[in-house]
């Protein structure tokens, strides 16, 4: 079974940063999405599992970046943070050999339980 443990949420004000921890049990794509309150759950960013292809959505480029750690791990380094980011922030795990970076929550098969992230004004 496939576990996937998100940390490194919390709360800080508008303007600051966070980094974000997802620690998996073996090495696969992974991708970064978000969900606010009543909201669908929304992309943020994914890397493959060598860590050489990265996607970020429009809104995380230039403030989001999302390094491999390791080959079971990745993060998720937030710059600038505003309100508007305050959402529940979970990784997901995408399965195959070498699978492309994938936006799509449709392409993920397993997922932690979240992180929340909450910025205040």
């Known amino acids: 079974q496939v576990q996937l443990v998100e940390s490194g949420g919390g709360l800080v004000q508008a303007g600051g940063s966070l980094r974000l921890s997802c620690v998996a049990s073996?090495?696969?794509?992974m991708g970064w999405f978000r969900q606010a309150p009543g909201k669908e759950r929304e992309y943020v960013a994914a890397?493959?599992?060598?860590?050489?292809?990265l996607l970020y959505a429009d809104f995380a480029k230039g403030r989001f970046f999302c390094p491999r750690h390791n080959k079971n791990s990745v993060y998720l380094q937030m710059n600038n943070l505003t309100p508007e980011d305050t959402a529940v922030y979970y990784c997901?795990?995408?399965?195959?050999?070498?699978?492309?970076?994938?936006?799509?929550?449709?392409?993920?098969?397993?997922w932690g339980r979240g992180t929340q992230v909450t910025v205040s004004s």
């Open positions: 890397i493959s599992r060598s860590g050489d292809r």
């Open positions: 997901g795990a995408r399965m195959g050999d070498e699978p492309a970076p994938s936006p799509s929550t449709q392409d993920y098969s397993y």
């Open positions: 073996g090495s696969y794509a």
